[in-house]
């Protein structure tokens, strides 16, 4: 049962391209959707988060959109850099419920020169 | 600041085999969880804990077991090791409402 359903699974960008990752959830009672980025050997660090009181945010290159309707969320990386090549998860929790995530499955990005 | 801490890196089990994982924290973090992460499937949890002494049942807590007798420590026991199990393990900490810690990961092969 994915609760929180994230495409596409790989993405290649060009360097200085945008790059979309999408993600769904189910669960109308989650109200904090975080962007987790991952490198090789590493654990995931939060990058990004929203919470649906908002239809936008932005930090640096990095933009959540979101639409509460629709229950979507998408990450936008701007200027995609070579050292943007990562995955990135996006999440799902509800406040009060012990900071337990709901993860996506990933996207593994790659942004060539 | 070490953060989140996990030992060992790596370890390779038979079926069978128990073991405990081992996750500190120097933040004074109410919050500790841990997750495994699949080709595929994203992360998971397990077993989640809100404080000392207290611990609960994440999405997939058959096979694993865990304790919180302080703040600093939450250790991941697996009773009978299967190959099902092999998976990377990562260990959390929180505040409550804030973002998650994670650390650097266990790798571990069951064989």
């Known amino acids: 049962q994915q609760q929180v359903k994230q495409s596409p699974q790989s993405l290649i960008v060009q360097k200085g391209g945008i790059s979309i990752i999408n993600c769904a959830y189910e669960?109308?009672?989650?109200?904090?959707f975080p962007w987790y980025q991952q490198f090789p050997g590493k654990g995931p660090a939060l990058l990004i988060a929203?919470?649906?009181?908002?239809s936008e945010k932005k930090e640096g290159r990095f933009t959540i959109s979101f639409n509460k309707s629709a229950k979507q969320f998408s990450l936008h990386i701007m200027d995609s850099q070579p050292g943007d090549s990562a995955t990135y998860f996006c999440?799902?929790?509800?406040?009060?419920?012990?900071?337990?995530?709901?993860f996506g499955t990933g996207t593994q990005l790659k942004v060539e020169l | 600041n070490a953060g989140v801490t996990q030992t060992p890196k790596f370890q390779v089990l038979k079926t069978g085999q128990s073991m405990t994982l081992q996750c500190a924290q120097d933040?004074?973090?109410?919050?500790m969880s841990w997750y495994r992460q699949d080709p595929g499937m994203g992360l998971r949890l397990i077993h989640y804990?809100?404080?000392?002494?207290?611990?609960d049942q994440g999405e997939v807590p058959n096979g694993y077991n865990v304790s919180r007798s302080t703040t600093e420590d939450f250790p991941l026991r697996l009773l009978s090791a299967a190959p099902s199990q092999t998976s990377v393990y990562f260990c959390?900490?929180?505040?409550?409402?804030?973002?998650?810690?994670f650390g650097n990961g266990t790798r571990l092969t069951v064989t």
């Open positions: 929203i919470r649906p009181d908002v």
């Open positions: 999440a799902a929790s509800k406040t009060g419920g012990g900071n337990k995530l709901t």
């Open positions: 669960n109308t009672a989650f109200d904090y």
């Open positions: 933040m004074n973090h109410e919050y």
């Open positions: 959390a900490s929180s505040l409550p409402n804030s973002p998650l810690h």
């Open positions: 804990s809100v404080g000392a002494g207290i611990t």
